[in-house]
């Protein structure tokens, strides 16, 4: 089975300092994908990447960047962290035409 | 992507076939239907896909309408494991990567 594996499953990080979240997939895939999930609001796509550094800005990528220097890792920055920011981020990756599939997800806090 | 409507909750008993509906009248031809689920504290989950014919795999079936307006999903022995949000999506199979998630129905299965 693909795995898709975020490094972390709980974060607290103060105000103003940078956040990175790790994942890493292992079945060599192409896209990869940003997510963050708050109550009422549903999934909300951050940042998504075709290939090896390029990246694409989803629906919400203010305040967060991305990298992707290597196809089987993508990682998503907090350049300043905020306490809007808290949250559960999710990455996904996608092989082509067929399902997406995800880590189980980083809760991050913001204090 | 086409929008899609869903029953905000629904409950099931243990061992029974639940049918989750979803309304997509605005579906174009080329657009696939989706459908993924939630367990509480885990990334979303791929279940099934298809374009306008019926598709049964070993988590599901999926019932698309003649006119592609509406789909069920069947879980045909529904387990207390099933509980979650399930969500239905419409995208175009290829082209835009974008996975956009509504609300989904909340299922419950009951013992």
């Known amino acids: 089975d693909v795995k898709v594996t975020q490094s972390s499953r709980y974060l607290v990080k103060r105000t103003g300092e940078k956040v990175f979240l790790e994942c890493v997939q292992d079945m060599d895939h192409e896209n990869m994908f940003w997510y963050r999930q708050d109550p009422g609001l549903g999934l909300r796509l951050i940042y998504f990447?075709?290939?090896?550094?390029?990246?694409e800005k989803g629906d919400i990528p203010e305040g967060y960047s991305v990298s992707r220097e290597k196809k089987e890792r993508f990682s998503l920055i907090l350049e300043s962290a905020s306490t809007n920011q808290t949250s559960m981020y999710l990455c996904a990756s996608r092989p082509d035409a067929r399902g997406y599939t995800f880590g189980s997800g980083t809760r991050l806090t913001v204090v | 992507d086409a929008k899609t409507t869903q029953p905000t909750s629904m409950d099931c008993a243990e061992g029974r076939a639940a049918n989750l509906p979803c309304n997509h009248s605005?579906?174009?031809?080329?657009?696939?239907v989706y459908w993924y689920r939630q367990i509480h504290s885990q990334g979303p989950q791929y279940i099934i896909h298809?374009?306008?014919n019926n598709e049964t795999n070993e988590m599901a079936s999926l019932i698309i309408t003649e006119d592609r307006k509406s789909s069920t999903l069947i879980l045909p022995h529904a387990t207390l494991r099933d509980t979650a949000v399930y969500y239905c999506i419409v995208r175009v199979g290829s082209g835009n990567e974008k996975l956009t998630f509504g609300t989904g129905t909340r299922l419950t299965i009951i013992p």
């Open positions: 990447s075709y290939d090896v550094k390029m990246k």
């Open positions: 605005t579906i174009s031809g080329n657009e696939y």
């Open positions: 298809g374009l306008k």
